[in-house]
């Protein structure tokens, strides 16, 4: 997809592009790869976020690793958290000590994940880690530490490359700054 799509005028600008995705994913996957050698390794998708994020980052890492996918639900239309977290899907594997690594987007407020941690904990893994693809270190109100992230943005409402805004813009190959015009009036 060109920059010039009609879909990109909604983007108040382009914050990280798809060739720096690309890169950043590329330098993850590597990591990964030395640091869980000889592991028994899960890795498991947030979804919806963090489904190109993890289609693009499992294919960069050179282990046999088994994937999973959980969805949860933080946020309602809005651009902000609602701290009221669900499982909407849950993994249909069993986590027993393995070497479980959460693949989410964006850690935000940190609630989620936070909420995450504490799920999975209870199921006893091997080793329970979280690569993020974007941290909002600005908006933290949850003390949260993740072993992976790649870029740090500025507290601004970002879409693309799996990230939303009402379900939509996931498909952008960018990510950018959505234009506020898009969501003005739909706070509560
Ligand atoms: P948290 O619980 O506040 O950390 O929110 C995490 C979740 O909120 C992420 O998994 C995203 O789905 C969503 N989110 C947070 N910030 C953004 C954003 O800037 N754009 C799109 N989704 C976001
Ligand atoms: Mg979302």
Do not use: W
Request: charged share 25%; proline share 3%.
């Amino acid at each position: 997809m060109e920059t010039t799509a009609r879909i990109y005028e909604d983007l108040d600008r382009i914050l990280i592009t798809r060739d720096q995705l690309a890169q950043a994913v590329h330098d993850l996957g590597k990591k990964i790869t030395e640091d869980y050698r000889g592991k028994d390794l899960m890795m498991v998708c947030i979804l919806k976020g963090a489904v190109v994020f993890f289609t693009d980052l499992i294919r960069e890492v050179d282990l046999p690793v088994a994937i999973g996918f959980m969805a949860v639900s933080s946020y309602g239309s809005g651009t902000s958290s609602t701290g009221v977290v669900r499982i909407m899907k849950d993994l249909d594997q069993n986590i027993e000590n393995k070497h479980v690594l959460i693949v989410e987007d964006i850690v935000d407020s940190g609630k989620t994940l936070h909420f995450l941690l504490q799920v999975l904990n209870q199921r006893h893994p091997a080793s329970l880690s979280v690569a993020a693809l974007l941290d909002k270190p600005a908006r933290r109100v949850v003390d949260l530490k993740t072993r992976y992230s790649c870029f740090d943005i500025p507290d601004a409402f970002v879409v693309g490359y799996g990230l939303d805004y009402d379900e939509k813009y996931r498909n952008l190959p960018d990510i950018g700054v959505l234009h506020p015009r898009i969501y003005q009036g739909t706070e509560s």
